[in-house]
């Protein structure tokens, strides 16, 4: 079975930083766009930022300047390295990957979530 698995969130001061990862973990043959969306309390869920498999990333206006994504292919892996960070960051962050576990099959993932807290 093919999930992906997130970790780096945690409670972080205005204007820290942290880096949050997500692997696809399994069998995997390829995997295609990763992404990094959030939910704040009381917010439906947005687009964070996005990176393709050919290298290309796009950001929400609110985090560009601020946030970059980036991959390992090797590990099947996406970042989102975050700084500067505000309260209003403050959401459980999701990863999505579209994968293929196998040349016949496809799938949209979702990460169990990571929470980021901003506060003093």
């Known amino acids: 079975q093919v999930q992906l698995v997130e970790s780096g969130g945690g409670l972080v001061q205005p204007g820290g930083s942290l880096r949050l990862s997500c692997a696809a973990s399994?069998?995997?043959?390829?995997?295609?766009?990763m992404g990094w969306y959030r939910q704040a309390p009381g917010k439906q869920r947005e687009l964070v930022a996005i990176?393709?498999?050919?290298?290309?990333?796009d950001y929400a206006d609110s985090v560009k300047g601020r946030f970059t994504i980036s991959r390992d292919n090797a590990k099947n892996t996406v970042y989102l390295q975050m700084n500067s960070l505000k309260p209003e960051h403050t959401a459980v962050y999701y990863c999505?990957?579209?994968?293929?576990?196998?040349?016949?099959?496809?799938?949209?993932?979702w990460g169990q979530g990571t929470q980021v807290t901003v506060s003093s």
């Open positions: 990176t393709t498999s050919s290298g290309s990333t």
């Open positions: 399994g069998s995997v043959f390829r995997v295609y766009d």
């Open positions: 999505n990957c579209n994968v293929a576990p196998t040349v016949l099959t496809r799938r949209q993932l």
